[in-house]
């Protein structure tokens, strides 16, 4: 199993997995999960977080409801996330991507979110992030609903 990153290309949106076994049932076990989350992990320039529809599997691309996101100094795979409530009013931040390498993007973000997810291991997640993470998980989010945010210059 090799992944690669699939620059400069929009990445399409995802649908969601209703259930965990659906993994097994698209051909992607959990040591596919697992290598995902490592190679994530392995990424230089200070990477934070990853969808998995950002990456090719053996040439093809990976297209599951899913993301690694770095927050608390832990890096964690994030199945089927949802962003169930926004709270306040949204900012402009200047980000950078794996996708867009070497351009900056502009983008909405919102300080504080209320979101959902499924562990590894099944385990419905349901938390209130802030600040930076909440700002990873929205990035990571809109990769995989094929929502590409502006990039600067252009």
Known sequence: MKFKIIPNQQTPAVPPIHYLHALLDLGYNIKAC???????????????????????????????????????????????PKILQYYGKPKIKIERCLTWIGKEIEAYRYNKIE????????????????????????????HLMGIEEKIMGS
Do not use: P
Not at 37 to 61: E, I, P, T, Y
Not at 119 to 133: P, Q
């Open 34 to 80: 697992e290598k995902f989350l490592s190679f994530a992990m392995r990424q230089k320039n200070h990477c934070v977080g990853l969808a998995a529809n950002q990456l090719s599997l053996d040439g093809k691309r990976f297209e599951v409801n899913m993301f690694a996101i770095k927050h608390n100094h832990q890096w964690d795979l994030i199945l089927n």
């Open 115 to 142: 979101i959902e997810y499924l562990t590894l291991k099944g385990t419905t997640i349901r938390d209130i992030i802030y600040d930076f993470e909440a700002q990873i998980f929205q990035h990571e989010y809109n």
